[in-house]
């Protein structure tokens, strides 16, 4: 028994994902590769963190893309209190988000802006996750899936 809790602790220290060659001052870990994504808006949250708008390439709406996107906001974001990401996979639908907040689409664009809203990556005191809808906002919830990150424990 007392073996194999040594050995749990030596494959732990021994794994990437934990050196600290691949993590930064705060904890977070690196992304391995870079993962693209083009920022359309960004604004201060209310808690000192921040809200942004961003598109991807469509080919990155899939269980390892999202996940290495979620990642990559993370690393990203590490740097502030909380993070909240709308992700779109077109630049027009992403530039209509103030106005379908306000409920002032026509019902084109907000059939454009849904079909294009592929997920929202949450970083917060208790979560750390993006909810991910693969064929859009509107699309049924089977298709829908939510990845889920570590927690970084405060003062790591």
Excluded at 32 to 37: G, Q, S, T
Excluded at 63 to 87: F, K
Aim: charge should be positive; glycine fraction near 8%; include cysteine.
């Amino acid at each position: 028994m007392r073996g194999s809790g040594l050995s749990l602790a030596f494959l732990l220290l021994l794994s990437p994902a934990c050196t600290t060659r691949d993590r930064d001052g705060k904890g977070v870990p690196r992304p391995e590769l870079p993962v693209p994504y083009a920022v359309i808006n960004s604004s201060p949250g209310p808690d000192g963190g921040s809200t942004r708008v961003v598109v991807i390439p469509r080919t990155l709406v899939t269980l390892d893309g999202m996940d290495a996107l979620a990642r990559q906001l993370w690393y990203d974001t590490r740097e502030e209190r909380s993070a909240i990401v709308l992700v779109y996979t077109d630049s027009m639908a992403a530039r209509l988000r103030p106005r379908a907040l306000s409920g002032a689409l026509t019902p084109v664009e907000a059939s454009l802006h849904d079909r294009h809203l592929v997920g929202s990556y949450r970083r917060e005191k208790e979560d750390n996750l993006i909810d991910v809808a693969p064929d859009g906002a509107a699309s049924d919830s089977a298709s829908r899936y939510r990845i889920v990150l570590p927690r970084i424990a405060a003062g790591s």
